[in-house]
């Protein structure tokens, strides 16, 4: 019995094309098999082809504005009153100590001059409570042989505000001067407070 040819022309087509179906299922199989065969590099990880990620660039650093000056207390660390480009600022002026010992005015004035920003303080307290509180104000001391303050106590001040004058004799009792060569040391520190307050 003979096939008829259009039969016969679909078979042979049927053929080709699962030879054909057949070849690309091998390439595809022999394609994997050759990628998973490379030799791998850098510790039997495969290499990336991927291009690494560049770090992130450094933060730009803006140069800080300088701050804003506060209107505080000043300190005229001089001899003498306020002059008046200052006079429209509260001011905490030092006068001239009256010293009878071994310890030079000008060594006891440094060591007050570092601790005229809790003096400041002080009268800046007085200020909230009272604008216009000014006066003077003499704290009379006494310091030790080992350069401790051994007293401080006021001498006729003319401030009026008690809590202001305790809290800067307070300031003198903590304050630590070198140690005397001659035995105790005795002074009277004036200073004068000045308000902004017309």
Request: hydrophobic letters at 45%; aromatic letters at 6%.
């Amino acid at each position: 019995m003979s096939v008829p040819p259009r039969e016969q022309g679909s078979t042979i087509l049927f053929v080709v094309v699962g030879f054909v179906a057949l070849l690309l299922v091998a390439f595809v199989v022999a394609g994997a098999a050759l990628f998973l065969r490379r030799p791998a590099t850098g510790g039997g990880a495969r290499a990336s082809t991927a291009l690494p990620i560049p770090p992130p660039p450094p933060p730009t650093l803006l140069p800080t504005p300088p701050p804003t000056p506060v209107p505080t207390v000043e300190a005229v660390l001089d001899a003498g009153t306020p002059d008046a480009r200052t006079a429209a600022r509260p001011q905490a002026a030092a006068g001239v100590a009256t010293v009878s010992g071994s310890l030079p005015p000008d060594v006891i004035r440094k060591v007050v001059q570092r601790s005229m920003g809790r003096i400041r303080f002080c009268y800046e307290q007085g200020l909230a409570a009272n604008p216009s509180l000014a006066g003077k104000v003499k704290i009379h001391f006494v310091i030790a042989s080992d350069g401790t303050v051994a007293t401080a106590t006021d001498s006729d001040s003319t401030l009026g505000d008690p809590a202001v004058t305790a809290c800067i004799t307070r300031t003198f009792l903590s304050m630590v001067f070198p140690a005397p060569s001659g035995g105790i040391v005795t002074a009277v520190y004036p200073l004068t407070f000045v308000s902004a307050a017309p």
